[in-house]
């Protein structure tokens, strides 16, 4: 529960000083996340560098720096009958808000209630150049300046540390109820996409095991008059089977470490491949996890961003299989290049998790 | 600017003219001077600049060509949707070409299943919604200018409307754009998923200005028409008061679709141009939209309404049919010219402020109209904090725009000492780049330089806005400690037109 930026700050001053390579620790919970580390980095760890700085119920916003486990936030919004609306997964109780912000990582209600991009409304970060740095703020709207605040998410904390963080936050819905329905892959996609176009409070779909799983959340009435038109069996312990698929605690998680898990994000409405491993189709169909076989390698990764791009989006080699190589779908040229430079114009000694989005970054 | 330096403006302009009428229709290269008066600024018309020249290109293999041939040339290229910005955003280069995407207008698929529409920039952002709306679907963010606005230029701004607090800005539906980088290279940014790999560079580009590239087609989000809006009209009489029953909605764990303050003045203007049934005697004015299925609706409604009256609303009034409802939001959304007719003219401002701070900074905004003798009405997205108000002059009257400009930047500073910013929807473009040093400190300014350089190494994608040098904030810095409290000392800017 305290403020040690300034040491953060000064252990980056000396590691520019000496162009010695840092590796950001938050929690540590995601580091299966991302390509291996290179070795010789030094760690910076945001552990200490926790605790709420504000909250206000009524504004709807929450300030807290970036080493703050996100159980804290939840138990603290928790007393106001509000929630971190991007249903972030908790992989561990040390899972910090930086981490998760840098790894742009949301749960099941991400297409009705937003990611944790859609919901950051300003940052503290510390830039290669060991600058302490404040953009966006503590209001919902703010376009003076570039977005540098959202343009962290996803980065896996290349571009800079990040320090403290605000965000939107939303009342929980009053009432929530899951329904199941019995279907395959492709109808369930079907079923999915036609829901969503309605106009009822759905906040969760996803598909496992030739089951589709529905939620509905928002105010009672509205919640249980869509529930009697939609059918399906009501589905018990619901509010668990969504906090393990949002933390990747159901069975279909649980494979063996070498068996690669493949996320796919694409079009809602994309055909499903036929592929040997399993499915798990999440966010009303626009994140679908893919369990491979052991001994996946480059070739297979290819064709795996071959689908992706077919289904419209992208693929990353979310855990386990060969992370020496690259995880994330490669980029064109072009990309590459504006990626390299961004890099540079927050980093230019490349002090920050070297190769670890990227081995070209 | 000199004899001999326009004089080489209009020698270079008809050599790069004919360069451009090679591969676009050559009547939409335009280079005569009443055919370029239009251009010459964007909706906030106390900002303008003649182009040396302006083009309409119809195909991206166009654009591209011109971006070459600009870059090549180290000619300004300043892109231009509707022009409705208020903040100079589009206002030209006189030495620079503004690139108008206006021929790109076309809807270029939706997608009723994904839930998504591409379209091209041009496309007006009304104009989405009402394709959409034969699917049950319709775009989100809806400024007031939607009917003439541009999907390209709300990229540009980050626009919002009066549905963010619940549906977001365009940055929350937006899933990917095709850009043009300054040297004509093509990029694909985002998918058809909703997140990508790596650095969020969408997020980076929404709101860029035209400092970073040119959008050429892009890829929205569609949100389903919800079964039933209704909205609820208050009265208080104080703006505290009113301030308080805005926390309390959210309090209750209601996210209106839209909730709307006014203060006693615009609730006059409006209400003699509307018509809209609104209590001309109450100090403050809410307007609060509930909308989604029916059930919830009127569950929320009647909410709302007793929470009206418990805080001790002076009136309330709710819609009970499409037409009362179209009436109620009327009068706000023809704010802005109902204000234009009480006054010759308006400055509208654009800060987003902590809501619990409200009441402090309606105060200090009375207390500075007095002092500078100019008259502010005020609407406000309170939901979201974003704060617009109105300030009354008259143009006509020596040195009152430039005492309207210092109330005005006065206000942005106040927004951002009580934890707010200067702009929430509108853009810095030339207007408020006097007020940036007041939000970003020297190292977060340089930040932002290097950014604009990856795109746009030397700057000649719209130079002058959105971000200072350093060197005009040092400027900026020894103007302001020899300002003299309201002596109508404002600083000059560049391009400030003079109204004859
Ligand atoms: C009466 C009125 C009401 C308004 N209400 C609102 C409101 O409620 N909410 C709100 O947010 N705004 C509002 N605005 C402001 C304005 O309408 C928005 O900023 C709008 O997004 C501007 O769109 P445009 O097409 O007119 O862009 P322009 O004014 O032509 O350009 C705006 C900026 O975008 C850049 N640009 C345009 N097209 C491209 C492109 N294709 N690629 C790259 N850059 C580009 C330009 O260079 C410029 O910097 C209002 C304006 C008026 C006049």
Redo the contacts between chains.
């Keep these: 529960m305290s403020d040690i930026s300034s040491q953060l700050q000064e252990q980056i001053l000396t590691a520019a000083a000496e162009k010695q390579p840092l590796q950001i620790v938050g929690g540590g919970t995601k580091a299966f996340m991302g390509r291996q580390i290179e070795p010789g980095q030094e760690i910076l760890s945001l552990a200490g560098h926790s605790g709420i700085v504000s909250y206000?119920?009524?504004?709807?916003?929450l300030t807290a720096r970036a080493g703050t486990p996100l159980i804290e936030l939840e138990a603290a919004l928790n007393e106001h009958?509000q929630m971190l609306s991007f249903e972030p997964p908790v992989f561990g109780e040390t899972a910090t808000l930086g981490g998760t912000l840098a790894c742009?990582l949301?749960g099941p209600g991400?297409?009705w209630w937003?990611?944790v991009?859609?919901q950051v409304l300003g940052i503290k970060m510390i830039?290669g150049l060991g600058?302490h740095?404040?953009?966006g703020?503590?209001?919902?709207?703010?376009?003076?300046?570039?977005?540098?605040s959202?343009?962290?998410?996803?980065?896996l904390g290349?571009?800079g540390v990040l320090t403290e963080v605000s965000l939107k936050v939303?009342?929980?819905p009053?009432d929530s109820r899951t329904l199941v329905f019995e279907a395959g892959a492709d109808e369930a996609l079907s079923i999915m996409?036609?829901r969503?176009?309605?106009?009822?409070?759905l906040s969760g779909a996803c598909w496992l095991d030739g089951k589709l799983y529905l939620r509905l959340s928002?105010?009672?009435?509205?919640v249980?008059?869509?529930a009697g038109y939609w059918g399906g069996k009501p589905l018990e312990y619901a509010e668990d089977f969504w906090q393990q698929l949002r933390d990747q605690q159901l069975p279909f998680f649980n494979a063996a470490s070498e068996q690669p898990l493949w996320r796919?994000?694409?079009?809602?409405?994309?055909r499903i491949p036929r592929l040997d491993g399993r499915w798990l189709i999440d966010?009303g169909g626009?994140?679908r996890w893919y369990l491979g076989q052991e001994g996946q390698g480059p070739a297979d990764k290819a064709e795996m961003e071959r689908l992706a791009a077919a289904?419209?989006?992208?693929v990353?080699l979310f855990r386990g299989g060969d992370r020496s190589a690259e995880v994330?779908?490669s980029?064109?040229e072009?990309?590459q290049r504006?990626?390299q430079?961004?890099k540079?114009?927050?980093d230019p000694d490349g002090l920050f998790n070297r190769g670890r989005?990227?081995s070209w970054m | 600017m000199s004899q001999a330096e326009t004089t080489g403006i209009k020698r270079n302009r008809q050599a790069l003219a004919e360069r451009f009428r090679a591969f676009i229709d050559p009547e939409y290269v335009i280079s005569d001077d009443e055919t370029l008066k239009p251009y010459e600024c964007d909706g906030l018309s106390v900002y303008c600049e003649m182009p040396m020249l302006v083009v309409l290109p119809e195909t991206v293999e166009q654009v591209q060509k011109v971006l070459q041939i600009c870059h090549a040339e180290g000619v300004p290229v300043v892109a231009r949707g509707a022009g409705t910005g208020l903040c100079a955003g589009a206002m030209p280069h006189p030495e620079g070409v503004v690139l108008s995407l206006a021929k790109f207008n076309r809807i270029l698929e939706i997608d009723p299943l994904a839930r998504a529409a591409r379209v091209q920039p041009g496309v007006r952002n009304l104009a989405i919604s009402e394709a959409a709306n034969a699917h049950g679907l319709y775009y989100g963010p809806d400024p007031s200018s939607q009917i003439a606005c541009t999907i390209g230029g709300n990229v540009a701004e980050n626009s919002g409307g009066v549905h963010c607090l619940k549906y977001g800005l365009t940055v929350h539906n937006l899933l990917g754009v095709e850009l043009l980088t300054v040297e004509g290279e093509r990029l694909s940014i985002g998918s058809e998923g909703l997140d990508n790999c790596g650095a969020d560079l969408l997020a980076l580009l929404t709101g860029s200005e035209g400092l970073l590239g040119i959008v050429t087609e892009i890829r929205v989000k569609l949100l389903p028409t919800p079964e039933v809006a209704q909205v609820v009209m208050a009265g208080f009489d104080s703006v505290q008061t009113a301030g308080d029953a805005v926390g309390s909605i959210i309090a209750e764990g209601i996210i209106p679709g839209g909730l709307e303050m006014m203060d006693s003045h615009a609730i006059v203007a409006a209400e003699a141009y509307a018509k809209a049934g609104y209590p001309v005697d109450a100090q403050a004015l809410l307007l609060c939209e509930v909308d989604g299925t029916e059930e919830e609706v009127h569950e929320h409604i009647d909410a709302v309404e007793a929470l009206f009256r418990r805080l001790g609303a002076t009136s309330v009034r709710t819609s009970h049919s499409e037409e009362e409802r179209a009436r109620l939001w009327k009068g706000r959304k023809s704010a802005f010219p109902a204000v234009g007719r009480i006054s010759p003219d308006y400055y509208c401002m654009d800060g987003t402020i902590p809501r619990s701070q409200l009441a402090h900074v309606l105060t200090e905004m009375d207390r500075m109209s007095q002092a500078y003798g100019l008259r502010v009405a005020n609407v406000f997205h309170a939901g979201d904090g974003n704060l617009h108000p109105l300030i009354l002059f008259d143009a006509n009257r020596p040195g009152e725009l430039e005492r309207t400009e210092e109330f005005g930047a006065k206000i942005l500073e106040l927004c951002v000492e009580v934890g707010g910013c200067i702009t929430g929807e509108h853009g810095v473009g030339v207007e408020k780049i006097r007020q940036m040093p007041k939000q970003f400190n020297e190292q977060e300014l340089a930040q932002f330089h290097r950014i604009k350089a990856v795109f746009d190494p030397d700057a000649t994608l719209n130079p002058g806005k959105g971000v200072p040098t350093l060197r005009q904030c040092q400027e900026y810095r020894s103007l302001d400690m020899n300002i003299e409290p309201n002596a109508g000392a404002a600083a000059q800017h560049n391009g400030r037109c003079s109204h004859e």
């Design positions: 206000h119920p009524v504004e709807l916003v009958n742009n949301s991400r297409p937003g990611s991009r859609d830039n600058e740095l404040r953009f703020g503590q209001v919902m709207k703010n376009v003076a300046g570039y977005d540098v959202r343009l962290q998410a996803g980065a290349t571009l939303l009342p929980k009053s996409n036609r969503a176009a309605e106009p009822k409070p928002g105010a009672h009435s509205a249980a008059s869509t796919f994000s694409v079009n809602p409405t994309a966010w626009a994140q289904a419209g989006g992208q990353s994330m779908h980029q064109p072009a990309m504006l990626q430079r961004l540079q114009a927050f989005l990227y």
